[in-house]
C-alpha cells in the first residue's frame, strides 16, 4: 500500500506510524522542514533521516502555462519510503503525486464547486442517499461533457478542461434557457433515410 499525504502531514511520528504498519508513503515536505543529504541518487534525489526513519526525498518542479501563454513556475520536496532509485524513478513518483492532486481536484469540485460548502439536508438514509446519488450524477455528467469538449479538439487532455465553468456553463443554459427549440419547431432533419 502506498499512502499519499499532503504539505503538513510530515511530522516524524507520522511517518514512522504509517512507516510500521507496512504501507509506503509519498507525500509533501513542509518548506521550512531541513533534511541533510546522506547519499545523492543519480535521478537528482537524496537519501535522508527523518526520526529513526530512512526516506528520499524528491525535488519536483512545476510550470502552469495560462491560455494567453503566461507561465508560472514552482516546486516542492516529496518524501518517499520508495526508496530504490532505479525501481521508483523521481519523474514517476512526481507524476504519481500529480494524480493525486486530482484526486483532490475531484473532491473539492464535489464538496465546494457542486455543494457549495453546503451540508446534505435529508435526516434519513433513504433521502441521503437519493441526495447523494444526484450530486455524483450530475459531477459525473459534467465530467462526461468535459471529456467531449476536450476530444473535439484533437490532442487535448480532459485535464485542460474546467470543472468551475462546465458548471457554470450548464447552469447557465438551464437559467438562461438559451438555444431551446419553440414547442412547435420541427426537430427532424430532413433529407436523412427514414425521415420526410
Same mark, same amino acid.
Given at each position: %500500500?502506498?499512502?499519499?499525504?499532503?504539505?503538513?502531514?510530515?511530522?516524524?511520528?507520522?511517518?514512522?506510524?504509517?512507516?510500521?504498519?507496512?504501507?509506503?508513503?509519498?507525500?509533501?515536505?513542509?518548506?521550512?522542514?531541513?533534511?541533510?543529504?546522506?547519499?545523492?541518487?543519480?535521478? &537528482?534525489?537524496?537519501?535522508?533521516?527523518?526520526?529513526?526513519?530512512?526516506?528520499?526525498?524528491?525535488?519536483?518542479?512545476? @510550470?502552469?502555462?495560462?491560455?494567453?501563454?503566461?507561465?508560472?513556475? &514552482?516546486?516542492?520536496?516529496?518524501? @518517499?519510503?520508495?526508496?530504490?532509485? /532505479?525501481?521508483?524513478?523521481?519523474?514517476?513518483?512526481?507524476?504519481?503525486?500529480?494524480?493525486?492532486?486530482?484526486?483532490?481536484?475531484?473532491?473539492?469540485?464535489?464538496?465546494?464547486?457542486?455543494?457549495?460548502?453546503?451540508?446534505?439536508?435529508?435526516?434519513?438514509?433513504?433521502?441521503?442517499?437519493?441526495? %447523494?446519488?444526484?450530486?455524483?450524477?450530475?459531477?459525473?455528467?459534467?465530467? @462526461?461533457?468535459?471529456?467531449?469538449?476536450?476530444?473535439?479538439?484533437?490532442?487535448?487532455?480532459?485535464?485542460?478542461?474546467?470543472?468551475?465553468?462546465?458548471?457554470?456553463?450548464?447552469?447557465?443554459?438551464?437559467?438562461?434557457?438559451?438555444?431551446?427549440?419553440?414547442?412547435?419547431?420541427?426537430?427532424?432533419?430532413? &433529407? /436523412?433515410?427514414?425521415?420526410?
Amino acid at each position: %500500500m502506498l499512502v499519499l499525504w499532503d504539505k503538513g502531514f510530515d511530522s516524524n511520528a507520522f511517518l514512522a506510524q504509517v512507516a510500521a504498519t507496512g504501507a509506503q508513503v509519498l507525500g509533501r515536505l513542509r518548506s521550512n522542514r531541513r533534511t541533510p543529504v546522506l547519499a545523492a541518487l543519480a535521478d &537528482g534525489s537524496y537519501l535522508t533521516m527523518v526520526g529513526t526513519l530512512q526516506i528520499r526525498v524528491v525535488e519536483a518542479h512545476v @510550470t502552469v502555462t495560462c491560455a494567453d501563454g503566461t507561465t508560472f513556475t &514552482g516546486s516542492y520536496r516529496l518524501a @518517499t519510503t520508495l526508496t530504490d532509485a /532505479r525501481r521508483y524513478p523521481a519523474a514517476a513518483l512526481v507524476a504519481l503525486y500529480h494524480q493525486r492532486w486530482e484526486h483532490e481536484s475531484a473532491y473539492y469540485a464535489l464538496r465546494h464547486t457542486i455543494m457549495q460548502g453546503r451540508v446534505l439536508r435529508s435526516g434519513d438514509a433513504a433521502g441521503l442517499e437519493q441526495e %447523494m446519488r444526484s450530486v455524483l450524477t450530475l459531477y459525473q455528467l459534467l465530467r @462526461t461533457v468535459m471529456v467531449d469538449a476536450a476530444e473535439s479538439r484533437p490532442g487535448t487532455d480532459p485535464d485542460r478542461c474546467g470543472f468551475s465553468i462546465a458548471l457554470h456553463t450548464a447552469r447557465d443554459l438551464l437559467v438562461q434557457a438559451a438555444c431551446v427549440p419553440d414547442p412547435g419547431t420541427n426537430l427532424v432533419i430532413a &433529407g /436523412r433515410p427514414g425521415t420526410p
